[in-house]
């Protein structure tokens, strides 16, 4: 991690996805719940949408890793053409 800018991160890491988890726990529990069988026991609706936001979480944890990556690509390339530029 760089010490000039706190914007300036090499990833998105673990608390990054557990807090991606917790904001999409509530709407996965409610949409499973309106799926689940109404008469099912509360656990099923309640576990369906934890796993469902984890999941969820994992997808959306990954598609920000890669676009950060892909930012740090973009910023080693052009410091290495102003380096060669500079020799």
């Given amino acids: 991690m760089s010490k000039g800018n706190w914007l300036d991160f090499d990833a998105a890491g673990w608390v990054f996805w557990l807090i ?5 726990l509530g709407p996965a529990v409610w949409l499973s719940w309106k799926i689940v069988d109404p008469y099912a026991s509360r656990i099923y609706p309640v576990g369906i949408g934890a796993i ?7 997808f959306i944890s990954t598609g920000v890793n890669y676009f950060i990556q892909l930012r740090r690509k973009k910023v080693r390339l052009t410091e290495r053409k102003k380096a060669k530029k500079r020799k």
């Fill in 52 to 58: 469902g936001a984890i999941i969820g979480a994992s």
């Fill in 20 to 24: 991606v988890s917790l904001v999409l």
